[in-house]
């Protein structure tokens, strides 16, 4: 399974656009990105997932290169709301294994006061 | 109304004893699993069940024993607790759409905090 790289944290002003970027210089062919954010004291909540170019949905926005090597996670409008921490995983559902979910140290969003 | 639940949701014990974990999820889900969280955050699978069929095991000590009665729950039972044992578990289930491809969304539960004292 690919390794990912993320910043350990981040901090952000109410109001702005917050873009974390994730490495996966070893992501495989079949590979697909995945988004997940974890609240203080919650499981993980899923938030988007991408094979390539942007996916947008009511929560975020995933941009991912042509070559796939990195992807970037935008939240458009950051809120006190939105401290987490959020994961990126990199895999794809096998047969043999079905879902089998690799998550890293993730990147630490918080408000910059 | 809870999606994915788990019980209880503290669980202090001494070292030792024997505690379980109860997991049940009302979405319908025929897959469930197991992981576990540790005090530097990392979260890691354990174990995942396909319709009640243990597919992933992810050379977990033979001390944890998921069982899973019905494909709504899976349990985890935990024998002879050690300090190194404590950590927050996450239950959590997703819907197989296809064989192959994209991973599945995973819905997890509130978690359980155990300390082994």
């Known amino acids: 399974l690919a390794k990912t790289t993320q910043p350990i944290s981040m901090d952000s002003y109410e109001g702005q656009e917050v873009n974390i970027t994730c490495s996966h210089n070893?992501?495989?062919?079949?590979?697909?990105i995945t988004w997940y954010q974890q609240f203080p004291s919650q499981g993980p909540r899923f938030i988007i997932q991408g094979y390539k170019t942007k996916v947008t949905n009511e929560v975020a926005s995933l941009f991912i290169p042509a070559d796939r090597k990195s992807s970037t996670l935008s939240l458009p409008r950051f809120s006190l709301s939105d401290t987490a921490v959020y994961y990126c995983l990199v895999g794809e559902r096998k047969r043999e294994y079905g879902n089998k979910l690799v998550f890293g140290a993730g990147t630490i969003l918080r408000v910059k006061s | 109304d809870t999606a994915v639940s788990q019980t209880p949701k503290y669980l202090v014990t001494q070292m030792g004893n024997d505690k379980s974990i109860k997991c049940e999820q009302n979405?319908?889900?025929?897959?469930m699993y197991w992981y576990k969280q540790d005090s530097k955050k990392f979260l890691k699978i354990m174990f995942s069940y396909n319709n009640k069929e243990l597919i992933i095991n992810e050379t977990v000590p033979n001390r944890f024993s998921p069982k899973s009665p019905d494909k709504a729950h899976l349990n985890l039972h935990i024998n002879s607790l050690e300090l190194g044992d404590s950590a927050v578990y996450f239950c959590?289930?997703?819907?197989?759409?296809?064989?192959?491809?994209?991973?599945?969304?995973?819905?997890f539960g509130p978690g359980t905090r155990l300390t082994v004292l």
């Open positions: 979405l319908g889900h025929d897959t």
């Open positions: 959590a289930s997703s819907q197989e759409v296809r064989l192959a491809g994209s991973p599945d969304t995973q819905y």
């Open positions: 070893n992501i495989a062919t079949n590979d697909y």
